[in-house]
Protein backbone atom coordinates (compact mmCIF):
# COMPACT_ATOMS: atom_id res chain seq x y z
CA UNK A 1 0.00 0.00 0.00
CA UNK A 2 1.41 3.75 -0.57
CA UNK A 3 2.12 5.64 1.95
CA UNK A 4 0.07 8.88 2.17
CA UNK A 5 1.42 12.32 1.20
CA UNK A 6 1.24 14.30 4.44
CA UNK A 7 0.33 18.06 3.11
CA UNK A 8 1.45 20.78 5.93
CA UNK A 9 -0.47 24.37 6.55
CA UNK A 10 0.86 27.99 6.65
CA UNK A 11 1.90 27.11 10.57
CA UNK A 12 3.56 24.15 10.13
CA UNK A 13 5.50 25.84 6.57
CA UNK A 14 6.89 28.13 9.22
CA UNK A 15 7.86 25.90 11.58
CA UNK A 16 9.80 23.64 8.66
CA UNK A 17 10.91 27.38 7.88
CA UNK A 18 12.42 27.91 11.16
CA UNK A 19 14.60 24.84 10.74
CA UNK A 20 15.73 25.68 7.21
CA UNK A 21 17.00 28.87 8.14
CA UNK A 22 19.49 27.06 10.53
CA UNK A 23 20.03 24.86 7.94
CA UNK A 24 21.18 28.14 5.48
CA UNK A 25 23.02 29.43 7.88
CA UNK A 26 25.05 26.31 8.69
CA UNK A 27 25.66 25.65 5.06
CA UNK A 28 27.31 29.32 5.21
CA UNK A 29 29.57 28.76 7.71
CA UNK A 30 30.40 25.76 5.90
CA UNK A 31 31.30 27.35 3.15
CA UNK A 32 33.71 29.57 4.72
CA UNK A 33 35.91 27.09 6.22
CA UNK A 34 35.84 24.31 3.74
CA UNK A 35 39.57 25.44 2.95
CA UNK A 36 42.87 23.63 1.95
CA UNK A 37 43.98 21.54 5.03
CA UNK A 38 40.86 21.63 7.03
CA UNK A 39 39.39 18.00 8.00
CA UNK A 40 35.69 17.69 7.40
CA UNK A 41 35.76 15.99 10.42
CA UNK A 42 36.50 19.46 11.62
CA UNK A 43 33.60 20.90 9.67
CA UNK A 44 31.56 18.37 11.36
CA UNK A 45 32.41 19.81 14.89
CA UNK A 46 31.64 22.90 13.89
CA UNK A 47 28.19 22.11 12.28
CA UNK A 48 26.79 20.39 15.24
CA UNK A 49 28.22 23.29 17.83
CA UNK A 50 26.48 25.85 15.67
CA UNK A 51 22.66 23.73 14.82
CA UNK A 52 22.60 23.50 18.79
CA UNK A 53 23.66 26.71 19.59
CA UNK A 54 20.87 28.27 17.28
CA UNK A 55 18.48 25.60 19.38
CA UNK A 56 18.65 23.17 17.43
CA UNK A 57 19.41 18.92 16.42
CA UNK A 58 21.47 17.51 13.70
CA UNK A 59 18.97 15.73 11.54
CA UNK A 60 21.66 12.87 10.33
CA UNK A 61 23.45 12.23 13.65
CA UNK A 62 22.51 8.79 14.84
CA UNK A 63 19.40 8.70 11.75
CA UNK A 64 19.39 4.83 11.09
CA UNK A 65 22.55 4.96 13.02
CA UNK A 66 24.66 7.46 11.09
CA UNK A 67 27.60 8.69 13.20
CA UNK A 68 27.93 12.39 12.12
CA UNK A 69 26.01 16.07 11.70
CA UNK A 70 27.05 16.82 7.99
CA UNK A 71 26.95 14.18 4.89
CA UNK A 72 30.28 15.21 3.07
CA UNK A 73 30.61 14.42 -0.70
CA UNK A 74 34.04 14.68 -1.73
CA UNK A 75 35.52 14.82 -5.37
CA UNK A 76 34.38 11.30 -6.61
CA UNK A 77 31.86 10.43 -3.48
CA UNK A 78 28.10 11.17 -4.62
CA UNK A 79 26.59 11.22 -1.29
CA UNK A 80 26.20 10.14 2.43
CA UNK A 81 30.73 10.51 3.02
CA UNK A 82 31.21 10.17 6.86
CA UNK A 83 33.54 13.48 8.10
CA UNK A 84 37.03 12.14 8.72
CA UNK A 85 40.61 13.14 9.43
CA UNK A 86 41.87 13.57 5.97
CA UNK A 87 42.24 16.89 5.06
CA UNK A 88 40.54 19.14 2.13
CA UNK A 89 43.12 19.57 -0.74
CA UNK A 90 43.30 22.69 -3.32
CA UNK A 91 41.17 21.81 -6.39
CA UNK A 92 39.20 19.55 -4.31
CA UNK A 93 34.97 20.05 -5.06
CA UNK A 94 33.50 18.85 -1.91
CA UNK A 95 29.12 18.80 -0.85
CA UNK A 96 28.00 19.01 2.29
CA UNK A 97 24.61 18.17 3.04
CA UNK A 98 22.89 19.60 6.59
CA UNK A 99 19.59 18.62 7.98
CA UNK A 100 18.36 20.27 11.32
CA UNK A 101 15.11 19.54 13.37
CA UNK A 102 14.05 22.43 15.20
CA UNK A 103 11.38 21.69 17.36
CA UNK A 104 10.13 18.67 16.25
CA UNK A 105 10.23 19.75 11.95
CA UNK A 106 13.36 18.79 9.73
CA UNK A 107 15.16 20.91 7.02
CA UNK A 108 17.28 19.94 4.71
CA UNK A 109 19.52 21.49 2.14
CA UNK A 110 23.25 21.16 0.08
CA UNK A 111 25.58 23.05 -1.49
CA UNK A 112 28.55 21.56 -3.64
CA UNK A 113 32.09 24.24 -2.95
CA UNK A 114 35.09 24.82 -4.45
CA UNK A 115 38.15 23.85 -2.41
CA UNK A 116 40.82 26.87 -3.50
CA UNK A 117 41.59 26.85 -7.04
CA UNK A 118 39.75 23.91 -9.39
CA UNK A 119 39.64 23.34 -12.46
CA UNK A 120 37.21 24.78 -15.25
CA UNK A 121 35.33 21.16 -15.71
CA UNK A 122 34.96 20.83 -12.11
CA UNK A 123 33.15 24.54 -12.09
CA UNK A 124 30.77 24.18 -14.79
CA UNK A 125 30.13 20.70 -13.27
CA UNK A 126 29.25 22.63 -10.14
CA UNK A 127 27.16 25.35 -12.17
CA UNK A 128 25.07 22.55 -14.36
CA UNK A 129 24.13 21.10 -10.73
CA UNK A 130 23.15 24.52 -9.33
CA UNK A 131 20.94 25.38 -12.55
CA UNK A 132 19.40 22.01 -12.77
CA UNK A 133 18.11 22.62 -9.04
CA UNK A 134 17.10 26.45 -9.95
CA UNK A 135 15.37 24.41 -13.08
CA UNK A 136 13.40 22.09 -10.51
CA UNK A 137 12.40 24.46 -8.48
CA UNK A 138 10.75 26.78 -11.02
CA UNK A 139 8.68 23.49 -12.87
CA UNK A 140 7.61 22.87 -8.93
CA UNK A 141 4.39 25.02 -9.48
CA UNK A 142 0.69 23.56 -7.97
CA UNK A 143 -0.87 21.87 -10.51
CA UNK A 144 2.11 20.47 -12.17
CA UNK A 145 3.35 16.62 -11.64
CA UNK A 146 5.71 15.10 -9.64
CA UNK A 147 7.98 14.13 -12.66
CA UNK A 148 7.84 17.22 -14.58
CA UNK A 149 10.18 18.23 -12.43
CA UNK A 150 12.51 15.10 -12.99
CA UNK A 151 12.04 15.63 -16.30
CA UNK A 152 13.44 19.29 -16.17
CA UNK A 153 16.27 18.40 -14.71
CA UNK A 154 17.34 15.77 -16.63
CA UNK A 155 17.16 17.27 -19.50
CA UNK A 156 19.55 20.09 -18.27
CA UNK A 157 21.97 18.06 -17.41
CA UNK A 158 22.04 15.67 -20.34
CA UNK A 159 22.42 19.02 -22.49
CA UNK A 160 25.35 20.05 -20.63
CA UNK A 161 27.06 16.69 -21.20
CA UNK A 162 26.63 15.25 -17.60
CA UNK A 163 24.28 12.80 -16.09
CA UNK A 164 22.13 12.20 -13.45
CA UNK A 165 22.68 9.80 -10.86
CA UNK A 166 19.58 7.24 -11.00
CA UNK A 167 19.79 5.64 -7.48
CA UNK A 168 19.32 8.33 -5.19
CA UNK A 169 16.14 10.87 -5.02
CA UNK A 170 14.87 13.59 -3.29
CA UNK A 171 11.73 13.27 -0.80
CA UNK A 172 8.93 14.54 1.25
CA UNK A 173 9.75 16.24 4.20
CA UNK A 174 8.28 17.44 7.49
CA UNK A 175 7.92 15.88 11.21
CA UNK A 176 10.07 12.87 9.74
CA UNK A 177 13.29 13.43 7.57
CA UNK A 178 12.23 11.35 4.48
CA UNK A 179 8.72 11.70 3.64
CA UNK A 180 6.63 10.28 0.47
CA UNK A 181 6.79 11.05 -2.17
CA UNK A 182 9.97 10.04 -3.39
CA UNK A 183 11.14 12.58 -6.19
CA UNK A 184 13.92 11.01 -8.86
CA UNK A 185 15.56 13.56 -10.54
CA UNK A 186 15.02 11.75 -14.20
CA UNK A 187 12.12 10.53 -16.57
CA UNK A 188 9.25 11.57 -18.10
CA UNK A 189 7.11 14.27 -17.52
CA UNK A 190 3.52 13.94 -16.73
CA UNK A 191 3.88 11.30 -14.15
CA UNK A 192 3.10 11.15 -9.96
CA UNK A 193 0.84 13.05 -8.26
CA UNK A 194 -0.11 16.19 -9.26
CA UNK A 195 1.49 19.15 -7.11
CA UNK A 196 -0.39 20.68 -4.43
CA UNK A 197 -0.16 23.32 -1.88
CA UNK A 198 1.60 22.22 1.41
CA UNK A 199 3.21 19.52 -0.44
CA UNK A 200 7.06 19.89 1.08
CA UNK A 201 10.06 18.08 -0.80
CA UNK A 202 13.63 17.90 -1.41
CA UNK A 203 14.90 18.86 -4.74
CA UNK A 204 18.23 17.59 -4.99
CA UNK A 205 20.27 16.84 -8.46
CA UNK A 206 23.35 14.42 -7.98
CA UNK A 207 25.15 14.31 -11.48
CA UNK A 208 27.80 13.09 -12.26
CA UNK A 209 30.88 13.85 -15.37
CA UNK A 210 30.91 10.42 -16.45
CA UNK A 211 29.04 7.25 -16.04
CA UNK A 212 25.93 7.36 -13.44
CA UNK A 213 27.01 4.17 -12.19
CA UNK A 214 27.65 3.70 -8.15
CA UNK A 215 28.81 1.89 -5.87
CA UNK A 216 28.28 1.82 -1.83
CA UNK A 217 31.94 1.27 -0.01
CA UNK A 218 32.41 -1.32 3.15
CA UNK A 219 31.09 1.34 5.39
CA UNK A 220 27.60 1.27 4.14
CA UNK A 221 26.95 4.62 3.75
CA UNK A 222 29.38 6.07 1.14
CA UNK A 223 28.31 5.97 -2.10
CA UNK A 224 31.11 6.73 -4.89
CA UNK A 225 30.82 7.20 -8.52
CA UNK A 226 31.86 3.62 -10.12
CA UNK A 227 34.02 5.24 -12.77
CA UNK A 228 35.89 7.78 -10.10
CA UNK A 229 34.91 10.00 -11.60
CA UNK A 230 33.62 13.55 -9.97
CA UNK A 231 29.97 14.41 -8.54
CA UNK A 232 27.93 17.53 -7.93
CA UNK A 233 25.03 18.07 -5.59
CA UNK A 234 22.55 20.79 -4.37
CA UNK A 235 19.52 20.55 -2.60
CA UNK A 236 16.84 22.95 -1.09
CA UNK A 237 13.49 21.58 0.47
CA UNK A 238 10.75 23.35 -1.59
CA UNK A 239 7.06 24.15 -0.36
CA UNK A 240 4.49 24.14 -2.89
CA UNK A 241 1.85 27.60 -2.96
CA UNK A 242 -0.69 28.28 -4.84
CA UNK A 243 1.72 31.51 -5.45
CA UNK A 244 4.63 29.34 -6.72
CA UNK A 245 7.05 27.22 -5.00
CA UNK A 246 8.73 28.83 -1.86
CA UNK A 247 12.21 27.74 -0.77
CA UNK A 248 12.70 26.64 2.87
CA UNK A 249 16.31 26.60 3.22
CA UNK A 250 17.91 29.56 1.97
CA UNK A 251 18.67 33.37 3.68
Known amino acids: MREKIEYKGAR????IRAAGIIVAETLELMRAHAQPGVTT??????????IRSRGGQPSFKHYRN????????????????IPNDEPLRDGDIVAIDVGVKLDGWHGDATITVPVGEIDAESQRLMDVCKEALDIGIATAQSGAKLSDI???????VN???FAVVRDL??????????EPPSLPHY?????GPT???GLVITIEPMIVAGSPRVNVLSDGWTIITADGKRSAQFEHTVAITSNGPRVLTSL
Open 12 to 15: ELER
Open 41 to 50: RQLDALAEEY
Open 66 to 81: YPATLCVAVNDVVVHG
Open 150 to 156: SYAIEQH
Open 159 to 161: AAG
Open 169 to 178: FGHGIGRRLH
Open 187 to 191: GPPGE
Open 195 to 197: LRP
